[in-house]
Protein backbone atom coordinates (compact mmCIF):
# COMPACT_ATOMS: atom_id res chain seq x y z
CA UNK A 1 0.00 0.00 0.00
CA UNK A 2 1.31 3.19 -1.05
CA UNK A 3 1.17 6.30 1.53
CA UNK A 4 1.49 10.22 0.87
CA UNK A 5 2.13 12.79 3.25
CA UNK A 6 0.53 15.90 2.95
CA UNK A 7 1.98 18.82 4.83
CA UNK A 8 -0.40 21.52 5.57
CA UNK A 9 1.12 25.24 6.26
CA UNK A 10 -0.65 27.14 8.99
CA UNK A 11 -0.20 30.77 9.90
CA UNK A 12 0.34 30.66 13.60
CA UNK A 13 -1.46 34.33 13.70
CA UNK A 14 -4.92 34.01 11.77
CA UNK A 15 -5.07 30.34 11.53
CA UNK A 16 -5.01 30.47 7.86
CA UNK A 17 -3.43 27.44 5.75
CA UNK A 18 -1.87 27.83 2.48
CA UNK A 19 1.61 27.23 0.60
CA UNK A 20 2.78 30.70 1.16
CA UNK A 21 3.11 30.20 4.53
CA UNK A 22 6.68 30.50 6.14
CA UNK A 23 8.68 30.87 8.98
CA UNK A 24 10.64 33.70 10.30
CA UNK A 25 12.62 34.14 13.47
CA UNK A 26 13.04 37.02 16.13
CA UNK A 27 14.53 37.56 19.52
CA UNK A 28 14.08 39.61 22.44
CA UNK A 29 15.81 39.79 25.74
CA UNK A 30 17.63 36.68 24.66
CA UNK A 31 14.44 34.74 23.90
CA UNK A 32 14.54 33.25 20.47
CA UNK A 33 10.95 32.95 18.50
CA UNK A 34 9.75 31.47 15.73
CA UNK A 35 6.72 31.93 13.92
CA UNK A 36 4.41 30.67 11.22
CA UNK A 37 3.07 33.64 9.15
CA UNK A 38 1.70 34.29 5.39
CA UNK A 39 3.45 37.53 3.58
CA UNK A 40 0.23 39.47 5.10
CA UNK A 41 0.83 38.42 8.62
CA UNK A 42 5.21 38.62 8.03
CA UNK A 43 4.37 42.33 6.66
CA UNK A 44 1.90 43.26 9.67
CA UNK A 45 5.60 42.08 12.06
CA UNK A 46 7.83 44.27 9.97
CA UNK A 47 5.90 47.02 10.14
CA UNK A 48 5.28 46.97 13.53
CA UNK A 49 8.90 46.42 14.65
CA UNK A 50 9.85 48.63 12.10
CA UNK A 51 10.20 51.91 14.50
CA UNK A 52 12.70 49.72 16.89
CA UNK A 53 14.55 48.33 14.02
CA UNK A 54 15.40 51.73 12.60
CA UNK A 55 17.22 52.78 16.33
CA UNK A 56 18.61 49.53 17.07
CA UNK A 57 21.74 48.14 16.56
CA UNK A 58 22.32 45.10 14.90
CA UNK A 59 24.37 42.44 17.23
CA UNK A 60 24.57 39.45 14.52
CA UNK A 61 23.34 37.94 12.08
CA UNK A 62 23.03 37.92 7.95
CA UNK A 63 25.65 40.65 7.18
CA UNK A 64 27.73 39.96 4.49
CA UNK A 65 31.17 39.06 5.89
CA UNK A 66 34.50 38.82 3.58
CA UNK A 67 36.05 35.26 3.78
CA UNK A 68 39.17 36.26 6.64
CA UNK A 69 42.20 33.96 5.89
CA UNK A 70 44.86 33.99 8.05
CA UNK A 71 48.17 35.74 6.38
CA UNK A 72 50.68 33.13 5.65
CA UNK A 73 53.89 34.47 4.97
CA UNK A 74 56.94 32.59 2.70
CA UNK A 75 59.16 31.31 5.01
CA UNK A 76 62.09 31.63 2.83
CA UNK A 77 61.30 35.57 2.11
CA UNK A 78 60.53 35.58 6.30
CA UNK A 79 64.34 34.32 6.22
CA UNK A 80 65.51 36.84 3.62
CA UNK A 81 63.62 39.61 5.80
CA UNK A 82 65.81 38.45 9.40
CA UNK A 83 68.93 38.49 7.47
CA UNK A 84 68.08 41.76 6.10
CA UNK A 85 67.40 42.91 9.93
CA UNK A 86 70.11 41.81 11.55
CA UNK A 87 72.61 43.31 8.57
CA UNK A 88 70.69 46.99 9.06
CA UNK A 89 71.02 45.88 13.41
CA UNK A 90 67.16 45.53 13.69
CA UNK A 91 66.55 42.66 16.38
CA UNK A 92 64.73 39.93 15.24
CA UNK A 93 63.58 36.53 16.44
CA UNK A 94 64.85 33.98 15.40
CA UNK A 95 61.03 32.19 14.62
CA UNK A 96 57.71 33.11 14.47
CA UNK A 97 55.91 35.82 12.32
CA UNK A 98 58.41 38.97 11.76
CA UNK A 99 57.00 42.28 13.20
CA UNK A 100 55.14 44.21 10.80
CA UNK A 101 57.58 47.28 10.92
CA UNK A 102 60.47 45.42 10.07
CA UNK A 103 58.65 43.92 6.84
CA UNK A 104 57.94 47.34 6.25
CA UNK A 105 61.15 48.51 6.97
CA UNK A 106 62.33 46.07 4.31
CA UNK A 107 59.80 46.36 1.88
CA UNK A 108 60.63 50.16 1.38
CA UNK A 109 64.80 49.32 2.03
CA UNK A 110 63.84 46.96 -1.21
CA UNK A 111 61.59 49.50 -3.45
CA UNK A 112 64.60 52.19 -3.06
CA UNK A 113 67.29 50.03 -4.77
Do not use: C
Not at 13 to 42: K, M, W
Not at 55 to 60: E, Q
Not at 61 to 73: E, H, I, L
Not at 74 to 97: F, M
Amino acid sequence: MARATITIYTDDLTGATGDDISAHSFSIDGVSYEIDLAPEGHQKLLDALAPFVEVARRTGGRAPRGSRMPVRRDASKAARIREWARSQGIEVNTRGLVRQDVVDQYEAAKADR
